[in-house]
């Protein structure tokens, strides 16, 4: 494929098994993926707590789908926490897209973990 053609068509559903399991028992499936982004479904389980990082080189734009709990987030000096309800369920957007495990780096957490 020449870099100027455009990427093949992509179609994914959200399977049962995972692609991934995160650091902090996310599960990742990937949805899709293209040469300035890629796309994930993300489930946190009841109970978990995510671990709280920061990216080195990518930006995200989390969408709740639903779920019972918490997100936190900090942009600098600003923080907020987003009530959601049960099993957390998101669509998280990266871009570009994710470099690997190196890419998060730990920052200290908002919830015990």
């Known amino acids: 494929m020449d870099r100027s053609d455009p990427p093949d068509f992509q179609t994914a559903r959200a399977g049962r098994v995972a692609d991934a399991l995160a650091p902090d028992g996310s599960e990742i499936r990937l949805l899709g993926a293209v040469r300035g982004g890629s796309v994930v479904h993300c489930t946190l389980p009841p109970g978990r707590t995510s ?12 969408y709740v789908l639903g779920g019972r709990g918490q997100v936190w987030r900090r942009q600098g000096t600003r923080e907020e926490v987003v009530d959601v309800e049960q099993p957390l369920r998101f669509v998280i957007v990266t871009i570009p897209p994710w470099p690997g495990a190196e890419e998060a780096v730990r920052v200290k957490d908002h919830w015990k973990t």
């Open 51 to 62: 671990l709280a990082v920061r990216h080195q080189t990518v930006e995200e734009i989390w």
